[in-house]
Antibody, heavy 116, light 109 residues
Framework: EVQLVESGGDLVQPGGSLRLSCSAS????????LHWVRQAPGKGLEYVSG????????YYADSLKGRFTISRDNSKNTLYLQMSSLRPEDTAVYHC?????????WGQGTLVTVSS | QAVVTQEPSLTVSPGGTVTLTCGSS?????????PYWFQQKPGQVPRTLIY???NKHSWTPVRFSGSLLGGKAALTLSGAQPEDEAEYYC?????????FGGGTKLTVL
């Protein structure tokens, strides 16, 4: 069974930084691209970032480029999202997401709150 | 970056039929966008209903179907049930970058 467990969400001040982690199990981690998707309270889904199997290529939503960095450690089955220069509008639940055989699997998410 | 558009809200009567659509600012939606449809209920993570425009999972109710229609991806619900009231999101892939639609709030009333 695919399991994705996010951690690292917290209350942070505007301009601050945070690193999210996603621990994965139930599939061959190094064989799949992975993604981060966020959902602000009461709002829709927003693609944040993606990374290929070996980490060689990364993708970002245009609005986030330069502030967020995605990475992975295939030896630890863990996906990361380094976030910097955080803004109140980055407040959201951040989900780790995997696509396997036509199914998109979602972690329960970790809440990031940007507020002074 | 592309913008994916969906109807903000739709209402369907119990037992009725409704079609939700998913358009792209870059032009026609094709199979190459690998359209997905998700259903999300309050407090839950999204659930995949349709992938690659028209493929269903074993858990997808028969009353849901996906297609490409008039340059858009479409999700048709035939025989709406009260439990189908939810938010529906489409997802399109643009050379490995995903873009979600804004979601359609479907009311069964």
């Amino acid at each position: 069974e695919v399991q994705l467990v996010e951690s690292g969400g917290d209350l942070v001040q505007p301009g601050g930084s945070l690193r999210l982690s996603c621990s994965a199990s139930g599939f061959t981690f190094s064989s799949y691209a992975l993604h981060w998707v966020r959902q602000a309270p009461g709002k829709g889904l927003e693609y944040v970032s993606g990374i290929t199997r070996n980490g060689g290529t990364t993708y970002y939503a245009d609005s986030l480029k330069g502030r967020f960095t995605i990475s992975r450690d295939n030896s630890k089955n863990t996906l990361y999202l380094q976030m910097s220069s955080l803004r109140p509008e980055d407040t959201a639940v951040y989900h780790c997401v995997n696509q396997v055989a036509g199914t998109v699997y979602w972690g329960q998410g970790t809440l990031v709150t940007v507020s002074s | 970056q592309a913008v994916v558009t969906q109807e903000p809200s739709l209402t369907v009567s119990p037992g009725g039929t409704v079609t939700l659509t998913c358009g792209s600012s870059t032009g026609a939606v094709t199979s190459g966008h690998y359209p997905y449809w998700f259903q999300q209920k309050p407090g839950q993570v999204p659930r995949t209903l349709i992938y690659d425009a028209s493929n269903k999972h074993s858990w997808t109710p028969v009353r849901f179907s996906g297609s490409l229609l008039g340059g858009k991806a479409a999700l048709t619900l035939s025989g709406a049930q009260p439990e189908d009231e939810a938010e529906y999101y489409c997802l399109l892939s643009y050379s490995d970058v995903w873009v979600f639609g804004g979601g359609t709030k479907l009311t069964v009333l």
